[in-house]
């Protein structure tokens, strides 16, 4: 099913962690990150891809991933874009169901926190606290 979703879609690699994926498009281009687990070389599980321009955090995707490929949750990008992983991108469906927008920001909450969890087994405790703070902003969303 998120093969389907990525036919013809083109493969990015973590430039520090070699794991591969396939970028929403909302991200736009430039060297994009995986914060979560990546078996077998592909982005699977609860995480975030981020989008950076040097020492600049660009946007990011909150969600969940299926080996490489996204499956649903959130783009941060001065505004939110919600939904499901189709034609190349998150929310990249005309219609968007009510109950896809609650299981995008739930997806995507939980990833934030993942990717806090992540930072905090680092000792990064800064980190994890920021991605603590924009799981409960997604969270807001669905109150």
Not at 54 to 66: C, K
Not at 101 to 127: C, I, M, P, Q, W
Not at 133 to 139: N, V
């Amino acid at each position: 099913m998120a093969q389907d979703a990525a036919a013809g879609a083109t493969w990015s690699k973590d430039p520090a962690s070699h794991c591969e994926f396939v970028s929403p498009i909302s991200l736009t281009t430039g060297p994009t990150y995986w914060t979560g687990a990546c078996p077998g070389n592909k982005a699977s599980g609860l995480g975030m891809l981020r989008r950076r321009d040097g020492a600049q955090a660009g946007p990011a995707f909150y969600g969940e991933m299926q080996n490489g490929v996204p499956v649903i949750g959130v783009i941060d990008n001065e505004g939110y874009r919600v939904g499901r992983f189709s034609n190349g991108d998150i929310g990249g469906s005309p219609e968007l169901e009510p109950q896809d927008r609650l299981d995008a920001f739930h997806a995507a909450a939980k990833a934030a926190r993942a990717v806090g969890t992540h930072y905090a087994k680092e000792g990064n405790a800064a980190s994890a606290r920021h991605y603590e703070e924009i799981a409960q902003q997604l969270d807001m969303q669905i109150e």
